[in-house]
Each structure stands twice: as C-alpha cells, then as structure tokens.
C-alpha cells in the first residue's frame, strides 16, 4: 500500500488527529472546520474580507452551515463573528489555518511536480491528505519536491521522461510493489 493511500486511510478508517496550536490532542478539530479556517484566509487573503456567504459558495454548503461552524470555531476562540459582520480569523485561528494551507500546498505540489498527477486531481487529493498529516511531513514534502525539481529533474532527468517513466502506459504497466512493512 502507497504511503499516500496509507494516510487517506487512516484518515477515513481511524479518524486520528494530533495536536494542533494550544489545542488538546483529544480535541482535534474536525477536517470540516479545518476547511473553514483555509477558506476564510483565502478570502481575507483575496477580498480583505470574509462573508457568511462567500464561504458558503466557496465550500459549496449553505449559509445556515456556515452560521453554525462559525459558532463552532468563535466558542473555540478562532474566528471573531457577529451575525451580519464579516468573519475575522483570531491570531490562533490564523495560525491553524496558515498550517493547513501549507500543509495543502507542500501535498498538492508534490502530487502535480513530482508524481504528475493533472493540476485538479493533486489539488483534489491534497484537500483531503491535508488533514491528516502533521507540519513536518508537509515540510518533507516541500523539501523533496524542491529537490526533485532542481536536483533530478533538471540535471540528471529531464520533466517528460519523468513523467513517461512514472506514469503506466497504454497496457496498463504496473509499478513495482513496494517493501514498505513487509
């Protein structure tokens, strides 16, 4: 089993948080309210300013969820809201949803630059394994991706035979078991 498909299934299958900013292990935030977080940065970051439904288009829910989850994250000191404001990230819900961005970004980037995956489907991916993986392995991830870019790909590799040798071809090639546990 891929080290990926691993994560994803722990994920689903355990549920297995750890410990966020002055938060508890035993009180993880759910992946739901962590996508909150990551949405409202993003319009701050974009529109200086979140709405009650600009979230709800973004994340595609309706504005009641999004009252409600905002309710959630204020009585956990994240977000500052008011019915009728705009929603405004705490400095610890900045820095949760800060860590989740980057977190998404080092996955997505790994998934599209060094896996080939297409553009959707890494960043479809990374919104899931985002979640469930800690700042560390993000920051491994970024790190090995870099690598590969300037180090493999670019001296020794070039991109498309990259790419031609990882991804199966019309016979459907299947890639070696790997010996991870075994």
Not at 33 to 60: G, W
Not at 81 to 102: D, F, H, P, R
Not at 132 to 137: A, F, L
Not at 158 to 173: A, N, V
Request: hydrophobic share 35%; proline share 4%.
């Amino acid at each position: 089993m891929s080290i990926l498909i691993c994560c994803i299934h722990i994920a689903e299958n355990y549920k297995v948080g750890y410990s966020r900013t002055n938060m508890t292990p035993d009180v993880p935030l759910s992946p739901s309210m962590e996508d909150y977080l990551e949405t409202i940065l993003t319009l701050e970051t974009q529109n200086r300013v979140a709405r009650v439904k600009d979230i709800a288009a973004a994340l595609n829910v309706q504005m009641p969820s999004v009252t409600s989850a905002l309710k959630a994250l204020k009585e956990r000191s994240l977000v500052n809201y008011e019915k009728n404001s705009y929603i405004i990230l705490t400095e610890q819900g900045m820095e949760i949803a800060k860590s989740v961005t980057e977190r998404h970004f080092a996955v997505a980037g790994f998934l599209h630059k060094v896996l080939c995956l297409p553009v959707e489907e890494a960043q479809d991916t990374a919104c899931r394994i985002e979640h469930v993986i800690s700042p560390e392995i993000a920051r491994r991830l970024k790190h090995l991706t870099h690598f590969t870019e300037t180090e493999l790909l670019e001296k020794s590799y070039d991109s498309e035979g990259w790419s031609k040798s990882i991804k199966p071809d019309d016979e459907g090639t299947k890639l070696p078991d790997n010996d991870i546990g075994e």
